[in-house]
């Protein structure tokens, strides 16, 4: 008689971007929208697990749900290149097969973390950039907006402000502050084990406001921005992707606990707190492992971000304490 192995807890780990987060500067209305936002996104891929379903499917629920929300840095919300444009980078990576998807600089999904899901499973390849990646997604029945779609008026000011200045913004809200006293990164993501014992992760990002145009950060690339891979870890990562892809953040965890024998929460602090800064960046990164162990590291002064397991109420956290 076949052995049928137990079901393990599910477990969702999410952010919305890592930086300098003040709460002193924070207005309870701010901050409320914030846990809102992220609790939907949460609920959204604990629905999916909590029903049976894969770990790829909850992480492409909670990034959807982050994507349609103005307040992040990825699909509606999302930041302005030096031209005026909205480009959108995002990836996934199933943890089971090691299979990969990404797309880069696209300008018309809706979603494009429905698309780099598609590249993935309906293409012979990994990633797909700029028109290519669009008439790919078209071909797929994926939903198309116009780049207006993109636009809010914060995200907008944010590039006036940063043309104005000559330089590039890398911030979260669009709050205005001089870049020294603000640097967010809006980036958002998910990892998450299902049921089953597989692991996912999946990101998606409009980049850094004032980027030149053609600019890809490290969220598309797969091991610096994402990585899952069901023997160490599911990773997603938020901030300075030059930074990031020097290093190839998101495999670098993977590869301490696979070769050093480090536990997930130290390889994840290591490349969070030393590597990424050491690589003259800074930022965050999420993370899960095949025991359901969570690890959720930065080397700013807050990340938005929220675990969710089983059918326990979500847990959320802005700020370091």
Not at 66 to 82: H, I, K, M, Q, Y
Not at 120 to 126: G, I
Not at 169 to 178: F, N, P
């Amino acid at each position: 008689m076949a052995v049928i192995s137990a079901l393990r807890e599910p477990v969702l780990v999410i952010h919305g971007g890592a930086g300098t987060i003040d709460p002193a500067t924070m207005t309870p209305e701010k901050e409320r929208a914030y846990r809102d936002a992220l609790s939907d996104s949460l609920r959204a891929g604990q629905q999916v697990l909590n029903a049976g379903g894969t770990a790829i499917d909850a992480v492409i629920g909670a990034v959807v749900s982050l994507e349609d929300c103005p307040l992040f840095n990825a699909g509606r919300g999302a930041v302005f290149t030096s031209d005026g444009r909205n480009e959108l980078d995002a990836s996934i990576m199933d943890g089971a097969t090691r299979a990969a998807g990404a797309v880069a600089g696209v300008t018309c999904i809706r979603n494009p973390i429905r698309a780099a899901h598609a590249v993935m499973t309906r293409s012979r390849h990994v990633m797909l950039i700029g028109p290519g990646a669009e008439a790919f997604a078209a071909e797929q029945g994926l939903e198309a907006v116009e780049p207006a779609y993109f636009y809010t008026p914060e995200r907008w000011a944010q590039l006036e402000r940063a043309r104005a200045e000559g330089r590039i913004e890398i911030d979260h809200d669009g709050a205005t502050r001089a870049a020294t006293d603000e640097k967010k990164f809006g980036t958002v993501g998910a990892v998450a084990l299902d049921g089953h014992g597989n692991l996912a992760a999946a990101t998606s990002t409009g980049g850094v406001t004032n980027k030149q145009w053609g600019r890809v950060g490290d969220s598309p690339i797969i091991g610096a921005g994402t990585w899952a891979d069901n023997a160490t870890c599911a990773v997603s990562g938020t901030g300075l992707g030059e930074a990031f892809m020097r290093c190839c953040a998101a495999h670098e965890v993977a590869a301490l606990m696979k070769y050093k024998g480090l536990s997930l929460d130290a390889a994840v602090n290591e490349v969070a707190t030393i590597t990424v800064p050491a690589n003259h960046g800074t930022g965050g990164l999420i993370a899960v492992d095949a025991a359901g162990h969570v690890s959720m590291r930065f080397s700013t002064t807050g990340m938005y971000r929220g675990v969710a397991r089983g059918s326990v109420e979500p847990e959320l956290a802005i700020y370091r304490d």
